[in-house]
């Protein structure tokens, strides 16, 4: 039987823009009660009143930087109070900056391991308790083809998402016993301003993968029975360039 997301809460990092808000307004769609977590509070604003006038759904909202632990625990704690423990969190937040090893900035690779990785960590830690005493719950963690080989000029956005990967497999082994799903979604180039803004070629914007395209992903792994969850996903654009 495929899992109803109707009235369950899903909590999304990176919500207001891109693929955390194409994933927002799918999650609706379905009737799911939402927690929006972005740096941006006009972000989550507009996006919190359009999504509760449209489709009739709690949306809850904290601006954090999660890149900062006390930011991302606070940003849970405030959630958890309006929609109760997390049906399902999806870790989307992430940056995306290249350049060679030796031309980037320290401060910029570091800031790729604190929003891509740490971000995530933070997030999850602070919600994952209150999953595990419901013993229940689904994460996904949005990685990137990044994460499976390095390419020239990745080296900071590689390594975050390598970590993100092994943190994702880890994890899953350790909370299948509490019937939690981990699972990592690994898109290729999404048609996003933070694509467009780190310098990546797009190509044919009407071949483009969209974030709309990553964010059904996402709902097909949320609706699988809870006897079986996908391991990792990877989505790739038909687009050649």
């Not at 308790?129 to 000029?153: D, H, L």
Request: proline residues 2%; glycine residues 8%; charged residues 20%.
């Amino acid at each position: 039987m495929v899992m109803e997301l109707k009235g369950k809460s899903i909590v999304i990092t990176g919500a207001g823009k891109g693929i955390g808000k194409a994933l927002a307004v799918a999650l609706a769609k379905e009737g799911a009660n939402l927690g929006l977590i972005s740096r941006t509070a006009s972000d989550l604003e507009a996006l919190q009143s359009a999504l509760a006038n449209e489709y009739g759904v709690k949306v809850s909202i904290a601006a954090a930087d999660i890149a900062v632990r006390e930011e991302a625990e606070r940003a849970v704690l405030s959630l958890q109070k309006d929609l109760g423990a997390f049906d399902a969190l999806i870790n989307n937040a992430g940056i995306a900056k290249f350049g060679t090893l030796l031309e980037m900035d320290p401060a910029d690779w570091e800031r790729h391991m604190q929003i891509n990785l740490f971000g995530s960590y933070y997030v999850t830690r602070a919600a994952l308790p209150a999953m595990i005493e419901q013993s229940s719950g689904n994460i996904i963690n949005i990685s990137s083809t990044a994460g499976e080989r390095g390419f020239a000029t990745g080296s900071a956005y590689c390594a975050s998402k390598f970590a993100l990967m092994g943190m994702t497999e880890a994890l899953a082994q350790e909370v299948r016993k509490h019937n939690i799903r981990v699972v990592a979604l690994t898109p290729s180039t999404v048609n996003t301003g933070l694509a467009e803004n780190a310098g990546l070629k797009i190509g044919d914007e009407d071949r483009m993968m969209q974030p709309e395209d990553v964010a059904e992903l996402a709902l097909a792994a949320l609706k699988l029975p809870d006897r079986v969850f996908v391991k990792t996903a990877g989505i790739w654009t038909t687009n050649p360039q």
